[in-house]
C-alpha cells in the first residue's frame, strides 16, 4: 500500500492555533501532521499515514481504501438529495392545499360581495322611494331567512 495514494488536504493554523499548517487525510480518521510550511505538513502526514495503517494492521482492524471518504460523501449528499426532494414534495402538496382553501374562500368572499351588492341596491331602491319599498324587503328577507339571491354582474373586491 502507497501512502501517496490517500488525499491530502492542507490548512493555515490562525495565529490563536500556534500558526503553521495543518495536514489531514480524510479517508483515515485521526490522521494528521503539521509542519511552519505546507510542504512540511504534507510531509509529515506522509509520515502519520504509515504510522496510521501499521497501528491499525497491528490492532486488526481494516484499513480504509484511498478515496473512502468521498465516496461516504458521495452518498451522504445523495441522502440529502434524496431528503430535499421529499421534502420539496410534500411543500407543493402543502402549497397546492393552501391554494385550494384560498380559492373556496375567494368564491365564498365573491358570494358574499355579491349579496352586500344586491342589498345595497335594494336599500337605494328604498331610499329612493322613501320608504314604499320597505314591505317588499321586509317580505323578501323573512321569505328566505336572511339569504339574499345572488347577484349577476361583475363584483370588485378591495383588498
Same mark, same amino acid.
Given at each position: 500500500?502507497?501512502?501517496?495514494? /490517500? %488525499?491530502? #488536504?492542507?490548512?493555515?493554523?490562525?495565529?490563536?492555533?500556534?500558526?503553521?499548517?495543518?495536514?489531514?487525510? %480524510?479517508?483515515? /480518521?485521526?490522521?494528521?501532521?503539521?509542519?511552519?510550511?505546507?510542504?512540511?505538513?504534507?510531509?509529515?502526514?506522509?509520515?502519520?499515514?504509515?504510522?496510521?495503517? !501499521?497501528?491499525?494492521?497491528?490492532?486488526?482492524?481494516?484499513? %480504509?481504501?484511498?478515496?473512502?471518504?468521498?465516496?461516504? #460523501?458521495?452518498? $451522504?449528499?445523495?441522502?440529502?438529495?434524496?431528503?430535499?426532494?421529499?421534502?420539496?414534495?410534500?411543500?407543493?402538496?402543502?402549497? @397546492? !392545499?393552501?391554494?385550494?382553501?384560498? @380559492?373556496?374562500?375567494?368564491?365564498?368572499?365573491?358570494?358574499?360581495?355579491?349579496?352586500?351588492?344586491?342589498?345595497?341596491? $335594494?336599500?337605494? #331602491?328604498?331610499?329612493? $322611494?322613501?320608504?314604499?319599498?320597505?314591505?317588499?324587503?321586509?317580505?323578501?328577507?323573512?321569505?328566505?331567512?336572511?339569504?339574499?339571491? #345572488?347577484?349577476?354582474?361583475?363584483?370588485?373586491?378591495?383588498?
Amino acid at each position: 500500500m502507497k501512502e501517496n495514494f /490517500y %488525499p491530502i #488536504v492542507v490548512s493555515a493554523l490562525t495565529e490563536e492555533d500556534g500558526g503553521g499548517f495543518v495536514a489531514y487525510v %480524510p479517508d483515515l /480518521y485521526g490522521c494528521m501532521g503539521d509542519g511552519a510550511t505546507p510542504e512540511e505538513a504534507v510531509s509529515d502526514a506522509r509520515n502519520a499515514i504509515i504510522e496510521w495503517c !501499521a497501528e491499525m494492521k497491528r490492532l486488526g482492524r481494516d484499513i %480504509p481504501l484511498p478515496g473512502s471518504c468521498q465516496e461516504q #460523501v458521495r452518498a $451522504e449528499r445523495s441522502k440529502i438529495r434524496g431528503l430535499i426532494e421529499a421534502l420539496v414534495k410534500e411543500l407543493r402538496q402543502v402549497i @397546492d !392545499a393552501q391554494n385550494r382553501v384560498i @380559492d373556496a374562500k375567494d368564491k365564498e368572499i365573491e358570494r358574499l360581495l355579491s349579496t352586500i351588492s344586491v342589498l345595497q341596491t $335594494e336599500l337605494r #331602491v328604498l331610499d329612493d $322611494e322613501g320608504g314604499a319599498g320597505a314591505a317588499r324587503i321586509v317580505t323578501w328577507i323573512r321569505a328566505d331567512r336572511g339569504a339574499a339571491p #345572488v347577484a349577476s354582474g361583475p363584483v370588485t373586491r378591495r383588498h
